[in-house]
C-alpha cells in the first residue's frame, strides 16, 4: 500500500543548466563564468526544500525514459520524497530549462517542456492528494496540463490546503483565466513582479486584488528591492495580506554574504514558509523562515544546493532573532 504524504507537489519536473554570467543580455555578448546542470523545476525545489527539513512529502509530476529523467527521479528519491506518482514516459525526452543568471539577481529562463506536456488525467490520483495535508501547485508550459490543474483544484477536499506559485508562465495567462485556482488558494507565492503583471496593480494594491479573488494569504517576495520595514531602515523580504491585515516582513541580516545564484530562490523561500506553517508559527515567523531559507539557498549554485536541514534553520534561526524555533 502506498503511504500518502503530508505536503504534495505537482509541477514541471526539469533538468536546469544554468549558467552563471557576467549580465544578463537583452542584445549584445558577455562572458558565461560557471555552467552546471542540476534537477529542478519550481514545486519540485519547494518539495525538495520541505524533504529536506524532514517534512513527509511526495510529488506528481513526470519525466522521459532518459539519463535527464532517472537523474530527477533519484535526486528526489535521496532527499526523502515519495516518488510513487511520479510517471515516465517512454521514448520521450524529460523536461529542461536553459537558465542564465548573473550577480544582481536578474534571470533569463527558456523551457522545454518535453515529458511535462505529456501529463495526463490517468497520471493524477485525487485519492492520494486528498489525503495530504497541503497540496503545493506550480506551472506546466502547455494548455492541457493546465486544464489537469484546474480540474484538479475543484476536486480538491475540504480539508487540503493549497499553496499556488503560478510563475511568470501562469501569470502570463491573466486574473481571469487564474481565477479558479485563485479562488481556492489558501496561500499564494507570488514576486513583486509577477504579481504587479497579474494585475496591473503595485504590490500591495495587487496582492489584495489577488484576495478578492478568493485567495486567503497572499504572500510577495519583494527580493533585493528599496523596500523597508515601516518606522525602520530595515530591508523587507516580503509583503504578506491575510484575513488578519498586513504586514512587511523584515529581512535577515547576511553581511558579508553574497548570493552565487538566484536560482529557485522564490521556491525556497515557499519552502521555507510551508514549514513553519506546517510549525503552527504565525505568518510572520514564516516569512522569517521563508526568507532565511531562501538566503542560504542562493549562497549555492543550482536551485537546491544550498537548502538548509532543520539543525541548520534553527541554528539559523535563532542566531537572528535569540529564539527557538
Given at each position: 500500500?502506498?503511504?500518502?504524504?503530508?505536503v504534495t507537489g505537482l509541477g514541471a519536473l526539469n533538468i536546469d543548466k544554468i549558467y552563471k554570467v557576467e549580465r544578463v543580455l537583452c542584445d549584445g555578448e558577455a562572458?558565461?563564468?560557471?555552467?552546471?546542470?542540476f534537477p529542478g523545476g519550481s514545486a519540485a525545489n519547494t518539495i525538495y526544500g520541505l524533504a529536506m527539513l524532514g517534512v513527509d512529502v511526495g510529488f506528481i509530476g513526470a519525466v522521459g525514459d532518459d539519463d535527464k529523467g532517472k537523474l530527477i527521479i533519484e535526486d528526489l528519491k535521496a532527499a526523502g520524497v515519495n516518488i510513487s506518482q511520479i510517471t515516465v514516459k517512454h521514448r520521450i525526452e524529460s523536461g529542461s530549462t536553459l537558465c542564465f543568471s548573473d550577480s544582481s539577481g536578474e534571470r533569463s529562463i527558456y523551457v522545454t517542456p518535453g515529458a511535462n506536456s505529456l501529463l495526463c488525467d490517468n497520471d493524477l490520483s485525487v485519492?492520494?492528494?486528498n489525503e495530504s495535508i497541503l497540496l503545493h501547485?506550480?506551472?506546466?508550459v502547455n494548455d492541457e496540463q493546465f486544464r489537469l490543474s484546474l480540474e484538479l483544484v475543484s476536486k480538491l477536499a475540504p480539508s487540503v490546503k493549497l499553496s499556488f506559485s503560478p510563475g511568470e508562465l501562469y501569470v502570463s495567462r491573466g486574473i481571469g483565466v487564474l481565477a479558479p485556482i485563485l479562488g481556492r488558494t489558501d496561500i499564494l507565492f507570488i514576486n513583486r513582479k509577477e504579481v504587479e503583471k497579474l494585475t496591473g496593480k503595485d504590490f500591495r494594491s495587487g496582492a489584495e486584488a489577488c484576495r478578492k479573488q478568493g485567495c486567503r494569504t497572499v504572500v510577495v517576495t519583494l527580493g533585493n528591492g528599496e523596500d523597508t520595514v515601516c518606522g525602520t531602515a530595515s530591508p523587507a523580504s516580503c509583503y504578506i495580506a491575510s484575513d488578519d491585515g498586513e504586514c512587511m516582513v523584515g529581512s535577515a541580516d547576511y553581511a558579508g554574504v553574497n548570493a552565487v545564484d538566484t536560482t529557485g530562490a522564490g521556491d525556497a523561500f515557499a519552502a521555507g514558509f510551508i514549514y513553519g506553517l506546517l510549525k503552527n508559527k504565525g505568518l510572520e515567523e514564516?516569512?522569517?523562515?521563508?526568507?532565511?531559507?531562501?538566503?542560504?539557498?542562493?549562497?549555492?549554485?543550482?536551485?537546491?544546493q544550498g537548502l538548509p536541514t532543520p539543525t541548520r534553520l534553527s541554528r539559523r534561526y535563532y542566531e537572528l532573532y535569540n529564539e527557538p524555533l
Open positions: 500500500m502506498i503511504k500518502n504524504s503530508d562572458v558565461a563564468e560557471e555552467m552546471g546542470c485519492g492520494f492528494i501547485l506550480s506551472s506546466f514564516c516569512g522569517h523562515l521563508g526568507d532565511i531559507t531562501a538566503r542560504l539557498c542562493v549562497c549555492e549554485f543550482g536551485a537546491r
